[in-house]
């Protein structure tokens, strides 16, 4: 059974920085797509950042510039570096993973800006 496993989320300071990390496990492979949503209170859940196998990134407007995505192939692991946090980066953030034809979400994980 997929399971992906979320970590990094917690409370910091407007200018601050976090780092989100995703691990698949449960016997996935030929993972493709690997991305970044995230859900703030009475919003829809948004896109905020992709990468594929090979590495092509893709980032949100929002985030362009302060958020940087990255995986490790061999770990099945996908990370996000998150600088420079406003308090409009306030969401639940959740990743998914694409593979063949099946998509994966994990069970998100808070974060929360603000002084």
């Known amino acids: 059974q997929v399971q992906l496993v979320e970590s990094g989320g917690g409370l910091v300071q407007p200018g601050g920085s976090l780092r989100l990390s995703c691990a698949a496990s449960?016997?996935?492979?030929?993972?493709?797509?690997m991305s970044w949503y995230r859900q703030a209170p009475g919003k829809q859940r948004e896109l905020v950042a992709s990468i594929t196998r090979g590495g092509t990134t893709n980032y949100a407007g929002p985030v362009k510039g302060r958020f940087t995505i990255s995986r490790d192939n061999a770990k099945n692991t996908m990370y996000l570096q998150m600088n420079s946090l406003k308090p409009e980066d306030t969401a639940d953030y959740y990743c998914?993973?694409?593979?063949?034809?099946?998509?994966?979400w994990g069970q998100g994980t808070q974060v929360t800006v603000s002084s």
């Open positions: 449960g016997g996935i492979t030929s993972i493709y797509l």
């Open positions: 998914k993973v694409t593979s063949g034809l099946y998509d994966y």
